[in-house]
């Protein structure tokens, strides 16, 4: 038994050594081993070749979310095929280089020395030029686009003659990218050329097929452009005064409060009083009463341009009506206003309906003396405000 099993040890060795052998000559069964090949699969195309995505035959065969592989030099595919880059007709291209482009600098930096601080113009000539509909339109766009530039300078400087420095800022603040477009006109009210502020820019507009029409009118309402895009927010009062309000108060209002103030004190032997013209208030309930459309044909279209001069007659027509009634180094008429009026505040409001007047009056409500009046009487009998402020005392 020990002799067998020997033997069987012996050929278990035997069979070892002849399988090391085989496989160091590379027959007998083959295995599979991670590691690479030493040799790469032959490749589907020629060996010389470097692979690259194919360029498609036509756009229609491009997929819309394949990636093109194109070289550096090459022009870039068009993102919007069906609105391509309008290419000008020579004799057109030239006469914009010569009328238009070799003039822009000059032209802008005419109105960025108008308003202090540099100004662009964005226009595109080729655009305009699928919109041309006159023969001057057409063939002479860079003479036009000049003209447009030069019309908005010249309505520029007339606003600026009109409002001054405030008007200034004001322009600079509401189109806030300083620059100048010119382009089809967005509302009806432009016939043939006129102007709008949006997006901080000031557009040049033209009505459908009037485009190189009346180009000389273009900014001439440029005040009101300026206006509608002038709002102020103030929080909590729900008001926004706009650039003719603003104007007004800054030109007839507070120039001249100072001596109704000082006259009103010297009349209540007041050393201090207070006076709130709530402006933003009042303007807020105005500007929604004119937008229902109630008011009638007497009322001032422009109300926003005399806001300031009404406001200020309020409380000149107190002052009046103080003095009048025999307030002046009276002691016993002075002291009965301090008991009544504890701090000394007198107020400007509009009410919804009056308590006892007719188109205005004046109230007493802590401790502050209000006048007030109703909608359909802001510009009614203001000299008679504070008529019956002794029957108050």
Not at 57 to 71: E, F, I, K, L
Not at 216 to 229: I, S
Not at 232 to 249: E, H, R
Not at 341 to 349: P, S
Request: with cysteine; charged share 20%.
């Amino acid at each position: 038994m020990d002799f067998l099993k020997k033997a069987k040890a012996q050929l278990k060795e035997l069979e070892n050594d002849l399988n090391k052998a085989t496989a160091s000559l590379g027959l007998g069964e083959k295995r599979e081993e991670a590691a690479t090949p030493s040799a790469p699969a032959a490749p589907a195309y020629p060996a010389a070749q470097t692979p690259v995505a194919a360029e498609p035959t036509s756009a229609s065969s491009t997929p819309a979310t394949s990636t093109v592989n194109t070289p550096a030099t090459s022009v870039a595919p068009s993102i919007a095929p069906e609105a391509p880059k309008t290419k000008l007709p020579l004799a057109i291209r030239k006469n914009v280089r010569d009328n238009w482009e070799l003039q822009q600098p000059e032209l802008e930096a005419n109105i960025s020395g108008l308003l202090g601080v540099p100004w662009k113009t964005s226009i595109d000539p080729g655009y305009l030029y699928t919109l041309a509909e006159s023969r001057y339109a057409k063939e002479s766009p860079g003479q036009m686009i000049a003209k447009y530039v030069e019309a908005a300078h010249h309505g520029i400087n007339e606003y600026l003659k009109k409002f001054g420095s405030d008007g200034k800022s004001e322009l600079n603040s509401v189109c806030s990218t300083h620059t100048i477009t010119l382009e089809p006109a967005t509302s009806s009210k432009i016939s043939y050329a006129g102007c709008e502020i949006s997006g901080g820019m000031l557009r040049l507009m033209f009505g459908k097929g009037y485009l190189g029409s009346n180009i000389t009118e273009v900014c001439t309402e440029l005040a009101g452009a300026v206006n509608a895009a002038g709002k102020s927010f103030v929080p909590g009062g729900g008001a926004a005064l706009d650039f003719d309000a603003k104007n007004s108060i800054r030109n007839d209002y507070e120039p001249a409060i100072g001596d109704v103030k000082a006259r009103i004190s010297t009349l209540l032997a007041l050393p201090v009083v207070t006076l709130h013209p709530n402006f933003e208030q009042n303007f807020a309930k105005i500007a929604a009463y004119t937008a229902s459309g109630q008011q009638s044909n007497m009322y001032p279209r422009d109300w926003q341009k005399r806001l300031g001069g009404h406001t200020l007659l309020y409380f000149e027509g107190l002052a009046n009506q103080l003095e009048r009634a025999g307030f002046k180094n009276d002691e016993m008429l002075q002291e009965g206003f301090k008991d009544v009026v504890e701090r000394n505040e007198i107020g400007l409001r509009i009410v919804d309906r009056l308590v006892k007047g007719s188109y205005n009056e004046c109230v007493i409500e802590g401790g502050v003396l209000y006048m007030q009046t109703t909608l359909p009487y802001w510009t009614s009998n203001i000299r008679d405000t504070g008529a019956q402020v002794l029957d108050l005392l």
